[in-house]
C-alpha cells in the first residue's frame, strides 16, 4: 500500500543518551507500528551515500561525521499517512523551532543532533528503508 510506510533512525546523540527508549514509545503510542528495526553504525562513507542529496549543503561534511560518530538506531515504521504524520510527531529540523511536545522538542541537543531522522517523502521512504533492510528483515 502506497503512503503507508516511512523510515526513520534514531541518531548518535539520542541512541548514546540513552533516550531509545522513550523515543521508540512515542512513536508506538502515536499510532505507529515497527515493522522493521536493527541497532546498526554508519561508516562516514555509508553516511555519505544516506545523504547523498544533501551533498553541496554547508553541513553535509559535519552531518557525516556526526551520523557516523556511534550506533543508531534504524526503522521502517507504518500508519496511515505515515510521512507526514512522523515528521509531525518529530517536529522541526531545529529543536529550537520545533512544537512542544515533539520528539525533537524533547529530546534533540542542536540542529544537527536532532535525535531522530524521518524521511519526507513517500518515495525516499522506500528508497532509504532498502538503503537498511532486504525483503527478509520487514514485516512484508
Ligand atoms: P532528517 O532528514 O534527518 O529527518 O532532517 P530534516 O529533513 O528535518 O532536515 P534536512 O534538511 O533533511 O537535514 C538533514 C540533517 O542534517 C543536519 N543539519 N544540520 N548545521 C545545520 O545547519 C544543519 N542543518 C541540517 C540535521 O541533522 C538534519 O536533520
Ligand atoms: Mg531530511
Known sequence: MAGNRTFTMIK???????????????????????VAMKAT??????????????????????LCKYMSSGPIFAAILEKDNAV??????????????????????????????????GSDSDENAAIEGSFFFNQYERVL
Open 12 to 34: 548518535p546523540d539520542a541512541f548514546e543518551a540513552g533516550n531509545s527508549g522513550a523515543i521508540l514509545k512515542m512513536i508506538e503510542e502515536a499510532g505507529f507500528k515497527i
Open 41 to 62: 553504525r554508519l561508516t562516514p562513507e555509508l553516511a555519505g551515500k544516506f545523504y547523498e542529496v544533501h551533498k553541496e549543503r554547508p553541513f553535509y561534511a559535519d
Open 84 to 117: 507526514e504524520d512522523f515528521r509531525n510527531l518529530i517536529g522541526a529540523t531545529n529543536p529550537a523551532n520545533a512544537a512542544e511536545g515533539t520528539i525533537r522538542k524533547i529530546f534533540a541537543k542542536s540542529i544537527e543532533a536532532n535525535a531522530v531522522h
